[in-house]
Nanobody, 125 residues
């Protein structure tokens, strides 16, 4: 059974940092692109960051550029380091995995075949 399990969420004050981690099990995701998405209450899920299967290429939403850093390692894990957090970053953050697809953009939720349950991030003002 394929599973993506996120951890690292929590409550932090504005300006603080959190590091989210997503560990995959049930199969190897070495050849899969990985992404982080977030969904705030009453809003649609939105793209935050993605990393290519090789780890060479990274992609960020405009709201995340300069503050978030996505990385992956040989443990079949992908992390999202979030700095200078703002109250508007409050959301449930989910990781996702998808095989390389040159006909679709990595910011598209349909690009990804596997999803985690999500971890709550709350930023207080």
């Amino acid at each position: 059974q394929v599973q993506l399990v996120e951890s690292g969420g929590g409550l932090v004050q504005a300006g603080g940092s959190l590091r989210l981690s997503c560990v995959a099990s049930g199969r190897t995701f070495n050849s899969y692109d990985m992404g982080w998405f977030r969904q705030a209450p009453g809003k649609a899920r939105e793209f935050a960051a993605a990393i290519s299967w090789s780890g060479v290429d990274t992609y960020y939403a405009d709201s995340a550029k300069g503050r978030f850093t996505i990385s992956r390692d040989v443990r079949n894990a992908v992390d999202l380091q979030m700095n200078s957090l703002k109250p508007e970053d409050t959301a449930v953050y989910s990781c996702a995995a998808g095989p390389v697809n040159y006909r679709m953009g990595r910011t598209d939720t349909n690009y990804y075949h596997y999803w985690g349950q999500g971890t709550q991030v709350t930023v207080s003002s």
